[in-house]
């Protein structure tokens, strides 16, 4: 790890500044991901933006709206009664991330700026198009167990690590930004991107900008809702492949349905085909099974990780049959 300066910002205004003045500057909050990527080498900032004395905590209803500060942690945001009983699905998905240490002091906005967890993207022996632009892929010819089926490119074919994200992009959320000239909204699905050729970029936040809070309308269908992570052990581990769910009922009819994927993607993967083929028909198992199976129809899959097609159309057929 590198020698770098060190300074603890009291507003977000002072924060943004302080990263502006430096290019080669990060913010630092519960530093779970950040810390790590550090001491492997893998990111080396000059500057470190200490931001945990910002007033970005909150966890709060305001009409018909809940507002999740940046700096709320993964505990307290999965532990809130608020979020228990408006948005299940994420209690539940920050509840199977991580350890509980770590969702202690791991913050919502960090959560949503972890870089992925691909062997080739830590190896700084290896060579990497996200952590080394131009180096090429070592994963498309080295072990791709945990890698993409879906979304990838010839530059890149690494997955999003978080299951918070896989929930968030079924919540209908709004990410809101601060920069230099003042703040903007986002929504929450337009946050990360493809790999296409600059794989580099996990997301669409702009040099000057920090995450300030989470918007979520609240609503039946953000409350019927379900998330099922498969991994390869029962905690601190990554999802081979997690679905996030949400179904609204009437009459025995699916009025609305929303599906995402983690752990197949290097974004949370929203099954927008699946949702409206969902819509109008009853919620059995037939539906469920026809519906898993037009979600894996188009995956691509590489030298070790053709098992994720079909634990994928398991894992959606489950978490259907759970909300």
Same mark, same amino acid.
């Given at each position: 790890?590198?020698?770098?300066?060190?300074?603890?910002?009291?507003?977000?205004?002072?924060?943004?500044?302080?990263?502006?003045?430096?290019?080669? !500057?990060?913010?630092?909050?519960?530093?779970?991901?950040?810390?790590?990527?550090?001491?492997?080498? %893998?990111?080396?900032?000059?500057?470190?933006?200490?931001?945990?004395?910002?007033?970005?905590?909150?966890?709060? $209803?305001?009409?018909? $709206?809940?507002?999740?500060?940046? $700096?709320?942690?993964?505990?307290?945001?999965?532990?809130?009664?608020?979020?228990?009983?408006?948005?299940?699905?994420? !209690?539940?998905?920050?509840?199977?991330?991580?350890?509980?240490?770590?969702?202690?002091?791991?913050? %919502?906005? @960090?959560?949503?700026?972890?870089?992925?967890?691909?062997?080739?993207?830590?190896?700084?022996?290896?060579?990497? +198009?996200?952590?080394?632009? @131009?180096?090429?892929?070592?994963?498309?010819? @080295?072990?791709?167990? $945990?890698?993409?089926?879906?979304?990838?490119?010839?530059?890149?074919?690494?997955?999003?690590?978080?299951?918070?994200?896989?929930?968030?992009?079924?919540?209908?959320?709004?990410?809101?930004?601060?920069?230099?000239?003042?703040?903007?909204?986002?929504?929450?699905?337009?946050?990360?991107?493809?790999?296409?050729?600059?794989?580099?970029?996990?997301?669409?936040?702009?040099?000057?900008?920090?995450?300030?809070?989470?918007?979520?309308?609240?609503?039946? %269908?953000?409350?019927?809702? +379900?998330?099922?992570? %498969?991994?390869?052990? &029962?905690?601190?581990?990554?999802?081979?492949?997690?679905?996030? !769910?949400?179904?609204?009922?009437?009459?025995?009819?699916?009025?609305? &349905?929303?599906?995402?994927? @983690?752990?197949?993607?290097?974004?949370?993967?929203?099954?927008?085909?699946?949702?409206?083929?969902?819509?109008?028909?009853?919620?059995?198992?037939?539906?469920?099974?026809? &519906?898993?199976?037009?979600?894996?129809?188009? &995956?691509?899959?590489?030298?070790?990780?053709?098992?994720?097609?079909?634990? !994928?159309?398991?894992?959606?057929?489950?978490?259907?049959?759970?909300?």
């Amino acid at each position: 790890m590198i020698n770098f300066q060190y300074l603890r910002a009291n507003t977000s205004k002072a924060a943004i500044a302080a990263i502006t003045k430096n290019k080669n !500057s990060k913010f630092i909050a519960g530093g779970t991901n950040l810390v790590d990527l550090m001491k492997r080498g %893998v990111t080396s900032p000059e500057k470190l933006v200490d931001i945990n004395l910002l007033p970005l905590k909150q966890i709060e $209803m305001i009409q018909d $709206m809940i507002h999740i500060g940046a $700096m709320a942690t993964n505990a307290d945001v999965a532990a809130h009664q608020l979020i228990k009983a408006h948005l299940p699905v994420l !209690s539940m998905a920050l509840s199977a991330g991580a350890s509980p240490q770590l969702r202690n002091v791991a913050t %919502v906005g @960090g959560n949503m700026m972890q870089r992925t967890r691909c062997g080739y993207f830590y190896d700084t022996e290896m060579p990497c +198009n996200k952590r080394q632009p @131009g180096t090429g892929c070592g994963a498309l010819q @080295g072990y791709s167990r $945990m890698h993409a089926i879906f979304g990838a490119s010839e530059s890149c074919i690494a997955v999003h690590p978080s299951d918070m994200c896989v929930a968030l992009a079924i919540l209908d959320a709004t990410v809101v930004l601060a920069g230099s000239k003042g703040e903007r909204k986002l929504k929450f699905t337009d946050f990360h991107r493809l790999p296409g050729s600059t794989p580099e970029k996990d997301n669409n936040l702009k040099a000057d900008e920090m995450i300030i809070r989470l918007e979520i309308p609240v609503n039946k %269908v953000n409350q019927q809702s +379900n998330y099922v992570k %498969v991994r390869d052990r &029962a905690s601190y581990a990554f999802a081979l492949v997690s679905v996030a !769910s949400s179904l609204n009922v009437t009459d025995n009819k699916i009025t609305e &349905a929303r599906i995402a994927m @983690g752990g197949v993607a290097h974004k949370p993967w929203r099954l927008a085909e699946v949702e409206a083929f969902l819509v109008g028909k009853s919620p059995n198992p037939e539906v469920f099974a026809a &519906a898993a199976t037009l979600a894996v129809k188009n &995956a691509r899959t590489y030298k070790d990780n053709g098992f994720k097609v079909k634990l !994928s159309s398991n894992t959606i057929i489950e978490a259907l049959k759970g909300v």
